[in-house]
């Protein structure tokens, strides 16, 4: 597959099965979807419809059951877990809706593991940094259990941001906040988006969040299609 | 890079508490091995060091034969000391006097161990030199000599060049031995004693460290000849019963406290695996492979597995150290004894722990895929049978290490298994019918109730779990208890420990009335007259083919067994085959009354003339049957006597004990001397030394600091004993406190749901108090159903103790169960039923 650098993200034909006992569950179907570098999209749709697990996929968290995925030039759909391990600490960082930082290392610290884990200098100088971005420094040595959710989640931002990656994906960032906060946390992640280039891909259920992206997309039962702004008038992607 | 951070993960993990459980339970278990092992090694070694002192040699080899070269050559090859001593009878002449003797001639580096203290012209000293005889004090005044003056010893003339004051190898002539000679070895030649057919006892005394002396014991097997006895320690004594009573209580012990540790240890691990999942998940999702996961989670691993086992380690050999101190004040110049097999024990158990139960844990913890970032679950808490069964091969394989008894592993292992299988189940049926039973109740009884149903297997393994440590802890004290018990009756306060013997009949009656007027109570006096066995049912019985010495002794020792002393120096020896007299005369007594120490095993107590009630080893030694007669011999006269019964004997009882008690019409005629017992505190010694000087014949017979010695020795067992339950109980705890944390997380999202629905606080703790109270009174009730079971096995077959029911158990047990649990339950969830149900939310939420 020939890739030209501005088609960050490239699904064909991609499928997702799980075998339950008696018969499979198709997740999703024949999802074919092109992400440019520095695009913002939103995937919305009715709760078990399959946002999640595209995600995932598109990730290389998991791997499809058909089809094909490229990440950053690179398919991923046939990469071991490790190989695709590493790709991500290369080109990839998360938002989680539950914020997931390790409630044993302070704020500085959730937001330099990654950084540190792949191995670079100035790992800290550059989290304080990040956490000034996000508003923390006053709260740099806090642990997760002392912060408010708002907090928590502007550290997994600072956190997502460190390595720099090509492109964060976010997974329901501001559901689990209430609107003024979540509000705060979309403001920094379109903020990082444009500020560093990075290319983001959110879920979200909200459509106003879902409006200041890009890109559309509306996943229903496994299918992907994209929702089309009224200008252009562009056609189906899926 | 990932080791500072595997380093900072491990730091702050320390620091939130969470690798604290499985730090504890693997140092709790490396604790108890070398604790344990430590401490019976360097318990056992001090009672051998001190019977060595008994015995003035750590290992004594008897013969008839003459010395052989060769075996003290041998034995100076490797390096161990050797002493010589030949035991004779022979009759000593001072002028006009004269007395039958027992000569004990040594060799110039005699004694190898104890002290010999001699009372010479020079000083006190103990120094036998060539050329003179020590006596006895006794003896001294018997024959009415001093020191200086000569006696006749056989053909040669010697001179008393002292008083004998202290021997470390005296034999205990409780009842009418030969007073005690000592001179140098050179001088027997010239006594001409030694002649052929006369009854001579040589003994090879040798000192040193255990292995040389059992490679000597195998190298000179084959210059033996069929006599020769390796003289060794009595398990059966007083002390060395007791000793072996602990021993086993300790293995014990130290084998359910590794079992329980081992148990938290798991339970701890998995805990730990799965409060972390999310973490290996969110990390692999930041770029983490599997192996760096595996390198971050198995480094923390490592590193409790070799901290813990550090502290446990160190603390063990602290308590070693301890007792050896303890050790050294009781002994004289006890020596330490450090061996390095407590330290790999406790290396090894560290290992075996970490890997067989913390190494699937970890593994399955890293092998969590990236992709549960996104599954908003926790993870899965499935019974991982892999672990199950590494679990259990680890515990069994602990056991073995630890006991080196495959057997009683195994056996306990099962019982273990067994046990939680039954438990398992009872949970489970229980559990179920819990739900009728709560229709009716109070609300929050009746929500405890629907809880304890809901995490049915959950609630059924901790239970079960509860009740195992409950159970364990519980069997352990009541069996400590019992062995103190034993050992108090067996040694009570103020037992008698001045024994008076040869007293005629009127002495009895004036030494009886002084005693009495000093404030002393005195037990029996048992009159004794020394006779012979001569034959059953009219055939005669062999005089058995043994050096008298050793007979004389041996059987003196085993007849009227009344200290560790006496033991010390029994031999091993029984004369086999055949109907075999005793080959000396026994020390006879007559009673109306059965004494208390005794027990009728088979037949009557007296209840008509002319019977016998003979001690049952003797009767199975002469293969008597009730009914058979017996012909006794005392003076020229012979008798017969009908066996009325057998006895059993308690030889661990500090009182005097007869083979053959008569019936008193057979008796009453001869004469007999009287021997008694009782105890003279040691103020009131001036008392004994009157009497002494009143009654010079009467001979006195302390065993004051025999039983001082034994005490002390059962008041550090019993330390020992307490320690070690201490342990165990730890143990026990420390597995209550991962259960109940394991479940924490659970029961915090609960408490949040069920708080925003709307119940009240105080409601929900109640609540869960209920929850744990019940549980535990459930674990309580099982556990001590399951101990009255082990406890009556173990006590009968192990411990040779009569079976009891233990009343206070099922107070204690049950009670225990519902304090221990309830409390544990409150303090674990103190942070979760506390809070306000902001905090309690946001908590459950980030979980
Ligand atoms: N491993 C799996 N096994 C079985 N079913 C799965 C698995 N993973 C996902 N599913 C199912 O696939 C469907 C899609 O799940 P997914 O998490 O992607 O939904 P979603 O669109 O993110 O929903 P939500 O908005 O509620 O987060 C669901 O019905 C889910 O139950
Ligand atoms: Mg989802």
């Known amino acids: 597959m020939s890739v030209t650098p501005e088609l960050f993200i490239q699904t064909r034909q991609l499928c997702k099965q799980v075998a339950l006992p008696g018969n499979t569950l198709n997740i999703l179907t024949d999802i074919n979807l092109t992400i440019n570098r520095g695009d913002s999209v939103a995937i919305v749709g009715a709760s078990g419809s399959g946002k999640s697990t595209l995600l995932g996929l598109l990730a290389g968290l998991d791997v499809p059951s058909s089809g094909e995925v490229v990440l950053a030039g690179q398919r991923i759909d046939t990469l071991n877990d490790d190989a695709r391990a590493e790709l991500r600490a290369q080109h990839v960082g998360f938002v989680f809706q539950s914020f997931l930082l390790l409630p044993a290392l302070s704020a500085l610290e959730n937001v330099t593991l990654p950084a540190e884990l792949a191995g670079q200098r100035d790992a800290t100088a550059r989290g304080k940094q990040l956490l000034e971005l996000v508003g923390l420094s006053e709260r740099m040595h806090f642990f997760p259990a002392q912060l408010s959710g708002g907090e928590q989640q502007r550290v997994a931002i600072a956190r997502a941001f460190i390595t720099q990656p090509a492109i964060l994906f976010a997974d329901e960032p501001s559901a689990n906040l209430d609107s003024a906060t979540g509000r705060r946390v979309e403001d920094l992640l379109f903020e990082l988006n444009r500020s560093q280039g990075t290319t983001l891909v959110l879920v979200t ?17 496994g299918r992907l299609t994209e929702a089309l702004p009224m200008a252009e008038g562009r056609s189906h992607v899926g | 890079m990932w080791a500072k951070v595997a380093w900072r993960l491990f730091w702050r993990e320390l620091k939130n508490g969470e690798l604290w459980v499985i730090a504890f339970a693997l140092m709790l278990a490396v604790l108890t091995v070398v604790s344990l092992s430590g401490i019976t090694d360097s318990v056992r070694s001090a009672l051998m060091q001190r019977s060595s002192n008994f015995t003035a040699a750590d290992k004594v080899l008897r013969s008839s034969s003459p010395f052989q070269p060769e075996i003290l050559q041998q034995a100076e090859q490797l390096g161990l000391q050797t002493a010589q001593q030949i035991q004779f009878n022979t009759m000593l002449f001072a002028g006009d006097n004269m007395q039958l003797v027992n000569v004990k001639a040594v060799s110039s580096q005699y004694p190898l161990r104890g002290e010999l203290l001699l009372d010479t012209a020079a000083g006190q000293n103990s120094i036998v030199a060539p050329g003179s005889v020590y006596l006895e004090a006794r003896l001294a005044q018997i024959l009415a000599v001093r020191v200086g003056d000569l006696l006749d010893v056989g053909a040669a003339k010697l001179k008393v060049g002292g008083i004998i004051l202290e021997e470390p190898d005296a034999p205990l002539n409780l009842f009418g031995g030969q007073p005690r000679v000592m001179m140098h070895l050179s001088d027997v030649a010239a006594t001409e004693v030694i002649q052929p057919g006369s009854r001579i006892s040589y003994r090879y005394l040798f000192a040193g460290s255990e292995v040389k002396l059992k490679q000597l014991e195998t190298d000179i097997k084959p210059l033996l000849n069929a006599n020769d006895r390796w003289q060794q320690l009595d398990r059966q004594s007083a002390v060395g019963s007791a000793l072996d009573r602990a021993e086993r209580f300790l293995l014990l012990a130290g084998l359910l406290g590794i079992v329980l540790a081992a148990a938290a240890a798991a339970v701890a691990a998995n805990r730990y695996s799965q409060r972390h999942q999310m973490a290996v998940a969110v990390i692999k999702a930041l770029g983490v492979t599997a192996p760096l996961a595996r390198k971050i989670y198995f480094s923390h691993l ?35 004894v450090f061996s390095s097999k407590s330290a790999w024990l406790g290396i090894s158990t560290a290992l075996i722990c970490s890997l067989l139960f913390s190494l699937r844990p970890v593994w399955r913890l890293t092998a969590v895929p990236a992709i549960e970032v996104l599954r908003q679950q926790n993870g899965d808490s499935r019974i991982d049978y892999w672990q199950l069964l590494s679990g259990s091969v680890a515990v069994l394989a602990l056991m073995w290490l630890f006991s080196g008894d495959i057997w009683l592993s195994g056996m306990l292992f099962l019982a273990c298994a067994g046990f939680g299988l039954c438990l398992l189940g009872f949970a489970a049926v229980l559990v179920r019918v819990a739900k009728p039973m709560a229709a009716g109740q109070s609300s929050a009884l009746k929500l405890a109730l629907a809880n304890l149903r809901r995490r049915l297997w959950q609630n059924s393994f901790q239970l079960m779990t509860f009740s195992l440590a409950l159970f364990l802890t519980l069997v352990l004290y009541f069996l400590r208890a019992e062995l103190l018990e034993q050992w108090k009756q067996q040694v009570p306060e103020n037992a008698p420990n001045q024994f008076l013997v040869n007293m005629t009949a009127t002495e009895k009656d004036q030494i009886a009335q002084q005693l009495q007027q000093a404030g002393l109570a005195t037990g029996t006096f048992y009159p004794m007259i020394s006779g012979r066995v001569l034959a059953v049912n009219g055939e005669m019985l062999q005089e058995p083919e043994q050096d008298d010495g050793a007979a004389s002794r041996s059987n003196q020792a085993s007849k009227q067994q009344s200290s560790e002393q006496s033991a010390a120096q029994q031999s091993t020896a029984e004369p086999a085959s055949g109907r075999q007299g005793f080959g000396r ?82 008796m009453e005629h001869f004469p007999a001397t009287y021997l008694t017992a009782f105890y003279l505190p040691e103020t009131q010694q001036s008392v004994l030394t009157a009497l002494l000087k009143q009654f010079p014949t009467v001979s006195v017979i302390s065993v004051a600091v025999i039983l001082q010695q034994v005490t002390s020795i059962i008041d550090q067992v019993s330390l020992a004993l307490t320690l070690i339950l201490i342990l165990v109980f730890a143990a026990a705890v420390l597995v209550l406190v991962a259960q109940v944390q394991a479940t924490v997380e659970q029961r915090e999202q609960e408490l949040a749901i069920l708080r925003t629905l709307g119940a009240r606080g105080r409601f929900l703790r109640q609540a869960v108090l209920y929850e744990f109270a019940a549980l535990g009174l459930l674990a309580g009730v099982f556990a001590t159903i399951l101990a009255e079971v082990l406890l009556a096995i173990v006590q009968m077959r192990m411990f040779q103790l009569p079976f009891n029911l233990h009343q206070s158990l099922w107070g204690l047990g049950p009670v225990t169960g519902v304090v221990l649990l309830t409390v544990l339950g409150a303090l674990l969830l103190r942070g979760i039923l506390q809070p306000t149900p902001a905090s309690l939310i946001r908590r459950a939420l980030h979980n």
Request: glycine residues 8%.
């Open chain 2, 302 to 336: 490592a590193l409790v597995t070799g901290f813990a086992s550090l502290c446990g380690l160190l603390l063990g050999l602290l308590a070693n150290f301890a007792v050896q101190g303890i050790l050294g004040q009781w002994i004289e110049g006890y020596q330490a």
């Open chain 1, 205 to 221: 259920h909200n459509p106003q969040l879902a409006a200041r992206c890009q890109r559309q997309f509306l996943m229903d039962a």
């Open chain 2, 585 to 666: 005369e026994l020390n006879l007594s007559w009673l109306s009354e059965l004494p208390a120490n005794n027990q009728i095993t088979a037949g009557q107590w007296f209840d008509g003339p002319a019977q016998v009630s003979v001690e049952q080893q003797q009767a199975e030694r002469l293969q008597l049957k009730l009914g058979d007669k017996l012909t006794f011999a005392i003076g020229g006269q012979q008798f017969d006597a009908t066996v009325s019964s057998f006895r059993k004997v308690d030889w661990n009882s500090l009182q005097p004990n007869f083979f053959m008690l008569l019936s008193p019409d057979l």
